[in-house]
């Protein structure tokens, strides 16, 4: 069982062609890759350490793991993908990519010091099983970081409802084809997306606390 939604990794692999994110570097690429890996124990790596990243997507995240380590695979199901990815990270020798989905088996059992995935699991046909993939490949004891889609348990009721809202929106926007989710998702960042984040940053000029503001990330 190859564990892959096809029609999601195409619309994926179209996205970051369109936005490669290579212009996230320096301060905020560094506070973004902070907020995930402030809890990722580094010091219990051992000299030499080899890991792994599910789904590497651009290689935003994988720009700032490499240069700790001595060696890091990407793995994405995505041509596309892996190609954005092989732009972003060309300055860096000691990684490798693999074009292959989680359950595919893309690295031996028991074989990396640790590893990661942020965002992507949930994007699979059985995230349970992409997550016993990922364990298998790890040595016993091993970390691994992981984030994935949450109830917004440490959210307001009101947020939960209004994403649900959102939610209704996206899934017919993501029905469509790509030129006109292009068309929408861009035409909805700027009347939307743009100026609440917008008013978050000046609400945190003044001192207002935005944690829970619209888009204050």
């Given at each position: 069982m190859k564990n892959i939604d096809y029609k999601t990794v195409k619309s994926f692999g179209d996205e970051w062609n369109r936005f490669s994110q290579e212009?996230?570097?320096?301060?905020?690429?560094?506070?973004?890759?902070?907020?995930?890996?402030?809890?990722?124990?580094?010091?219990?790596?051992?000299?030499?350490?080899?890991?792994?990243?599910?789904?590497?997507?651009?290689?935003?995240?994988?720009?700032?793991?490499?240069?700790r380590i001595k060696l890091l695979t990407c793995i994405d199901p995505s041509f596309e993908s892996i190609a954005v990815a092989k732009r972003r990270l060309a300055h860096l020798s000691n990684i490798v990519f693999l074009n292959a989905g989680v359950s595919?088996?893309?690295?031996?059992?028991?074989?990396?010091?640790?590893?990661?995935?942020?965002?992507?699991?949930?994007?699979?046909?059985?995230?349970?099983?992409?997550?016993?993939?990922?364990?298998?490949?790890?040595?016993?004891?091993?970390?691994?970081?992981?984030?994935?889609?949450?109830?917004?348990?440490?959210?307001?009721?009101?947020?939960?409802?209004?994403?649900?809202?959102?939610?209704?929106?996206?899934?017919?926007?993501?029905?469509?084809?790509?030129w006109m989710k292009s068309f929408l998702t861009n035409f909805f960042a700027l009347i939307f997306y743009f100026p609440l984040a917008r008013i978050a940053f000046f609400g945190e000029k003044i001192g207002l606390k935005v944690d829970n503001w619209l888009l204050s990330s």
């Open positions: 212009e996230l570097i320096g301060k905020e690429h560094r506070y973004l890759f902070d907020r995930y890996f402030n809890i990722f124990p580094w010091n219990s790596l051992p000299k030499g350490a080899r890991g792994f990243d599910v789904v590497c997507v651009s290689g935003r995240w994988a720009a700032l793991v490499a240069p595919e088996k893309p690295l031996p059992p028991n074989s990396q010091d640790f590893g990661y995935s942020l965002g992507v699991l949930h994007h699979v046909l059985d995230t349970a099983l992409a997550l016993r993939d990922c364990v298998e490949m790890l040595k016993p004891g091993a970390p691994f970081l992981i984030y994935l889609y949450y109830n917004f348990d440490n959210r307001p009721k009101w947020y939960y409802f209004l994403w649900q809202a959102s939610d209704i929106l996206r899934k017919v926007i993501s029905s469509t084809p790509n």
